[in-house]
């Protein structure tokens, strides 16, 4: 049997969810936000790929040999948690200070712009990048 380890970094985005973790097509483990699991799996060629809810990973092609130990780390999106504080703050500015943005024409247009901008990552997270939520790596300086 060959050993495959799993890291996932602690983060403030997803942090109450678990990933699931999938190896040829099926559930094998979920991991929790800052969790690192060992997992035993048999030597050959696999595919893994990690999900949450409606986003996931791309698939990352494993070769692991008797014995051999692969170590992989998972983390959520980057810009995520960014995007929806931004997103968040601007809407709430807007309601707060709707009739102080409305007298200056500079903050009206900049707060719509942010706005579009942050709307635009989340549709783009939410549609085409749906496989590129999560991040997927094998860390070959450790790799044993």
């Given at each position: 049997m060959a050993k495959l380890i799993i890291t996932r970094k602690k983060e403030f985005s997803n942090r109450a969810a678990g990933y699931k973790v999938y190896l040829n097509k099926q559930e094998i483990e979920t991991i929790a936000s800052g969790e690192t699991k060992e997992i035993d799996i048999p030597e050959g060629t696999h595919n893994l790929y990690v999900k949450i809810n409606w986003y996931g990973s791309r698939n990352l092609p494993i070769i692991l040999g008797n014995g051999e130990t692969k170590i992989v780390s998972i983390s959520g999106n980057k810009y995520s948690s960014i995007n929806m504080i931004i997103l968040s703050l601007m809407i709430l500015s807007t309601i707060l200070f709707r009739e102080f943005i409305k007298n200056h024409i500079f903050?009206?247009?900049?707060?719509?712009?942010?706005?579009?901008i942050a709307l635009v990552v989340m549709?783009?997270?939410?549609?085409?990048?749906?496989?590129?939520?999560?991040?997927?790596?094998?860390?070959?300086?450790?790799?044993?």
């Amino acid at each position: 049997m060959a050993k495959l380890i799993i890291t996932r970094k602690k983060e403030f985005s997803n942090r109450a969810a678990g990933y699931k973790v999938y190896l040829n097509k099926q559930e094998i483990e979920t991991i929790a936000s800052g969790e690192t699991k060992e997992i035993d799996i048999p030597e050959g060629t696999h595919n893994l790929y990690v999900k949450i809810n409606w986003y996931g990973s791309r698939n990352l092609p494993i070769i692991l040999g008797n014995g051999e130990t692969k170590i992989v780390s998972i983390s959520g999106n980057k810009y995520s948690s960014i995007n929806m504080i931004i997103l968040s703050l601007m809407i709430l500015s807007t309601i707060l200070f709707r009739e102080f943005i409305k007298n200056h024409i500079f903050l009206k247009y900049s707060a719509i712009i942010i706005i579009v901008i942050a709307l635009v990552v989340m549709t783009y997270y939410l549609t085409i990048g749906r496989n590129k939520y999560i991040e997927i790596k094998e860390n070959p300086e450790q790799t044993e």
